[in-house]
């Protein structure tokens, strides 16, 4: 029998999926093709986006043994009870949770190919190439909306420890950033704000020596005070590289500008108070600060992810 295409809204336990609609790495499944077997796999697929899906009828329940449009008539007319508080969902197994760390690796190396090519088109050109960056985030959006916020977690801390890379210190920066902004409840605006501003709030270290950035990052010996001077002009000039280039929102740059203006007064620039910065750079500068944690930063040995 052949493939029959179903919208998602007809989608049901017992189907097996075929095909779907999306590439891969939109899909929250390693495969794309498996049994439905909870409604869970089904609200995955939904918020990845999936509109259509192709069922082997073969494998599994056709469209034609479920109930018409997906609803059951109720023929009662009684007033409801009390609703019961949802059950706890349960553990997963094993095998389902290697599958989705499986995949969450798969897209980690995918997406640190992205944001790789942006940084290295700006560290040629000394421009941001925003087209190149719109691609990066949106496939890092579609990977925090599709996998277990734990798998990407796990994913994103693998291997850190002594990482000074910019561009995988910029990755984890902006994929945290995103989870904790979701959580939140952003709006589409204020996440794209936050992630164009979380993956470049660090490319002022570009316009910094390499060696003060090392020392800084890999020592806990103090920088002299012309060294540190020069760091903490980082976050502005990273800014002004933008600024100058144009097409940024303002609240990008004041992000990019502030993320290290914490709140007890301690941070940089000295002008700016951290008591009145954004909820979005109080998010960047956390995700910044805890990637620092887990990688050793200032030549202290790494903190455990958790």
């Known amino acids: 029998m052949p493939t029959r295409h179903v919208s998602i809204n007809q989608l049901r336990v017992g189907m097996y999926v075929a095909k779907l609609d999306v590439s891969w790495l939109r899909s929250p499944f ?3 093709a498996f049994p439905i077997q909870e409604p869970g796999q089904i609200n995955k697929l939904r918020r990845a986006g999936v509109q259509t899906v192709e069922i082997d009828p073969e494998r599994g329940e056709d469209i034609r043994n ?3 449009g997906g609803t059951t008539t109720s023929t009662s007319c009684s007033s409801p009870g009390p609703t019961a508080a949802p059950p706890a969902p349960p553990s997963k197994p094993l095998a389902q949770l290697n599958e989705e760390y499986g995949q969450a690796l798969v897209a980690r190396k995918h997406l640190e190919q992205a944001v790789s090519s942006v ?3 700006l560290t040629d050109q000394g421009v941001v190439d925003r087209q190149q960056t719109t691609e990066a985030l949106r496939e890092i959006t579609a990977v925090t909306r599709t996998l277990e916020s734990s798998t990407i ?6 291997d850190r420890n002594g990482d000074t890379s910019l561009s995988q210190h910029a990755l984890t920066t902006c994929t945290l950033a995103l989870l904790i902004g979701q959580t939140f409840n952003f709006n589409p605006l ?3 704000e936050l992630a ?5 709030h660090d490319i002022g270290l570009l316009q910094v020596p390499p060696h003060v950035v090392q020392h800084f990052y890999s020592s806990s010996v103090p920088l002299a005070s012309r060294e540190l001077l020069q760091m903490q002009a980082h976050p502005r000039l990273g800014m002004l590289t933008l600024e100058r280039q144009g097409g940024f929102e303002d609240q990008v740059l004041k992000i ?3 993320h290290h203006a914490l709140l007890d007064g301690s941070g940089y620039p ?3 108070c951290g008591a009145f910065t954004s909820n979005q750079t109080r998010i960047v500068m956390l995700a910044d600060r805890y990637d620092e944690l887990i990688t050793g930063f200032g030549g202290t040995s790494p903190l455990t992810p958790h």
């Open 190 to 192: 204020e996440l794209r």
């Open 30 to 32: 390693l495969q794309h």
């Open 256 to 258: 990019m500008a502030e």
């Open 66 to 68: 479920t109930s018409s």
């Open 153 to 158: 977690f796990m994913a994103l801390s693998q």
């Open 119 to 121: 940084f290295s088109r």
């Open 196 to 200: 164009t501003a979380a993956v470049l």
């Open 270 to 272: 000295k002008e700016t």
